[in-house]
């Protein structure tokens, strides 16, 4: 294969003359590949990294399952964007956790926690107050590496902006078509500084509030009020829409930034002058309440979205069955939620873990005075305990739901065994076994509705522990204090928190190791960068540290290179699993005079079976006949019943049909047989495989849609 296109991130690729055809080309047809596999793993290192990105990109994916595409006052998007900012803070206050409380002021000042370890004892030389503002450079550095992540996108994988100058889309109503829709890096530049300020802030109000002796300084206080300020005015801004234009936004970036700066040097200069502070024992002053104040905050946005998600949700576009009713978007925002929670629990218990040398401490069970106390907030272990039983509850909801649904599936399986072979012989009974079997597999995902409604609820049901977070009320101490006299009781409850602390310690790890498979392993890689498709196809317009989006990259290039084809002849945009999306949103971007010069062919599409019912606003039943109607119908979807992810575009038996699916939509999709025969054919030595999503491009059918389509573009009355 030589580049034609592009560039070692994604390019155009064409087999070179001496080597013979493409594989599956159709004569006369010029092939012509795009690849962009490096976007989502191509760098080992990009693809680990993305892997501890996981909650600021389900906050991102959030926004974009919603029922319509009109945000009425840009509500749920400030919810949204508010929701995403309480993440950065969380991660931020996780790291301040960790270092300025767990190792400044609960383990230095303790001998036997410091003892015989030289990269702490340094620290007990020096005092209370510049020894939290040296170990609060730790976050502030973390803050700089999740900006560099950000940056990085835009010079590698963005920067392909809209083809004209058309003005910016309003997140109130948006389209695939619109002018401008992938160009997302305003956005995120401005959405970069925000969060980098609030994270900002946290360091700084966590650090004053340890040092400011109560607010009996007057200095102490003034910084500690203007901090506070800081983190106040980067929310108001989260609740703004971006200035429209770019100088006014950069005017607003600089001030910001100046105040971010000035605030923060400030505090670490404060901190690091201030030699006497009042020694306190347990956690460091005001932090158990932060820590309980932000997940209060964040249950309470959770309501909200789910509140505002519910009464919009019966305006959801006709023709479509969106995803949990429409209800995606508070889903996966408490999913977001729940494994950021899940990420920080463990960083500070395994933090502490290693700190108080294996014990775990709690209320019930403090650790030797000697020691320190080494407790990390009550917030934590009311996580752990949350996430122990939604882990339960999901995976007895998932197993259930499975067995429920196992007879419906075979059933259809069976029926779709009838409808092709007929009369198969007796002895294909093995064959047709493997076949229905793999038919009745391949409709599990739709199934998984009610594993993600038990999660949504238990996460509701969470948002009890509040109160109780709030108070510094933990599990053990609930237990206690119900149970009166009966130590025994605060004891079991002490060890199924610890239990639950260490199942969710289990899973981040295994994430981590999955991250560093995908480091060594080409086919890890691949597998991470399949999932990463589905979360970084959006722009990233609510948390700016998600990973890229590489379709802003992507759809423009695609753009351009198909719109410079047409104009030298007919195109026929071929586009497999998750790239059939891809041509989608390039077909839905291209200008008038390509159009009428491009046909479009998908095979294993989900754009129907996964998209439309995710992203309904977006890639619903209207904008697909939006689709067809741009290409005057000349467009081929193949699909097979053995396919676990693409599936027929338009669904011909739902109730609500016209006026969304035109009669040209039938002409759409083509079922393949699969497998072709349940036989062994004489010239053969085994029976036909089961090909299921791969491949379709070498199959007969596809040379054929090739040329059909060919011939429509140059003949439009055929």
Excluded at 354 to 370: E, V
């Amino acid at each position: 294969m030589v580049r034609v296109a592009g560039d070692r991130h994604a390019g155009f690729y064409r087999v070179r003359p001496d080597n013979g055809s493409a594989g599956g080309a159709t004569a006369g047809v010029a092939v012509e590949a795009y690849r962009w596999g490096a976007l989502t793993a191509g760098a080992a290192v990009r693809t680990a990294s993305m892997l501890l990105l996981l909650p600021f990109m389900l906050g991102n994916v959030a926004i974009w399952l919603r029922p319509t595409p009109t945000d009425r006052f840009g509500l749920l998007g400030a919810l949204c964007r508010l929701l995403a900012g309480s993440l950065t803070v969380a991660f931020t206050l996780a790291i301040v956790g960790v270092t300025v409380n767990l190792v400044g002021w609960q383990c230095v000042p303790y001998v036997e926690c410091r003892a015989g370890r030289w990269y702490l004892s340094w620290l007990a030389a020096l005092p209370m107050g510049p020894r939290l503002a040296v170990l609060a450079l730790i976050p502030l550095l973390a803050l700089r590496l999740f900006w560099a992540v950000g940056a990085r996108s835009a010079r590698a994988f963005e920067g392909f902006g809209a083809s004209s100058p058309q003005p910016q889309p309003s997140e109130m109503t948006e389209s695939l078509s619109t002018p401008g829709f992938w160009d997302d890096e305003r956005v995120t530049s401005w959405l970069r500084h925000i969060h980098v300020g609030l994270g900002a802030g946290t360091v700084d109000v966590s650090l004053l509030a340890g040092v400011s002796d109560g607010g009996r300084n007057l200095v102490g206080s003034l910084l500690l009020d203007a901090a506070t300020g800081l983190v106040a005015f980067c929310v108001v801004l989260l609740c703004l829409p971006v200035p429209a234009g770019r100088p006014r936004a950069r005017r607003f970036l600089r001030l910001l930034w100046a105040i971010v700066a000035g605030v923060t040097v400030l505090s670490l200069g404060y901190a690091a002058l201030t030699r006497e502070v009042q020694a306190v024992v347990g956690q460091l002053p005001s932090f158990e309440g932060s820590a309980a104040g932000l997940i209060a905050a964040q249950g309470v946005l959770l309501v909200l979205i789910a509140a505002l998600t519910v009464a919009r949700q019966r305006t959801h576009p006709a023709g479509t069955r969106p995803f949990l009713r429409g209800l995606g978007t508070p889903v996966v925002a408490a999913l977001s939620v729940s494994v950021a929670s899940a990420f920080t629990a463990t960083l500070v218990f395994r933090v502490a873990d290693h700190l108080d040398r294996g014990r775990i401490p709690d209320p019930i069970r403090p650790n030797p005075p000697a020691l320190g106390p080494l407790e990390p907030p009550v917030a934590y272990w009311w996580a752990a305990l949350a996430g122990l039983t939604a882990l339960l509850i999901v995976t007895a909801a998932a197993a259930i739901t499975l067995l429920v649904s196992r007879r419906r599936r075979r059933a259809y399986a069976q029926r779709i065994i009838k409808q092709d072979y007929p009369h198969a012989p007796t002895g294909a009974a093995s064959r047709l076994h493997v076949v229905r079997e793999t038919i009745a597999r391949s409709h599990v995902a739709e199934e998984l509705g009610p594993m993600l409604v038990a999660f949504f609820v238990i996460s509701s049901v969470g948002l009890a522990t509040i109160a109780l977070d709030l108070i510094g009320v933990g599990p053990t101490q609930l237990v206690a204090e119900i149970g009166g006299q009966r130590d025994g009781a605060a004891v079991l409850a002490a060890y199924v928190t610890d239990v639950g602390i260490w199942i969710i310690s289990l899973l981040v790890i295994g994430l981590l190791i999955l991250g560093f498979r995908a480091y060594r392993s080409a086919e890890t890689r691949r597998l991470v960068a399949v999932l990463w498709d589905l979360g970084t196809f959006w722009p990233r317009t609510v948390h700016p540290f998600a990973p890229p989006c590489y379709a802003a990259r992507a759809v423009p290039e695609l753009t351009k290179r198909v719109s410079a084809l047409a104009a030298q002849g007919p195109v026929v945009i071929s586009g497999h699993s998750h790239g059939s999306v891809l041509a989608a949103a390039t077909v839905l971007q291209l200008p008038p005079d390509a159009l009428t010069r491009v046909a479009l062919l998908t095979h294993g599409c989900p754009l129907h079976r996964i998209y439309a019912r995710l992203y309904p606003a977006y890639l619903g039943q209207q904008t697909l006949c939006d689709l067809g109607e741009r290409l005057d119908w000349r467009w081929r979807n193949l699909w097979r019943d053995t396919d676990p992810i693409g599936g027929p575009v338009f669904d011909h038996h739902h109730d609500a049909q016209p006026p969304y699916e035109p009669p040209a939509a039938e002409a759409v999709d083509v079922r393949l047989r699969d497998p072709r025969a349940v036989t062994i054919d004489p010239a053969d030595t085994v029976p036909p495989p089961v090909e299921r999503h791969w491949p379709y491009h070498t199959q007969p059918p596809y040379q054929a849609a090739v040329q059909h389509l060919t011939d429509q573009i140059n003949h439009p009355s055929t």
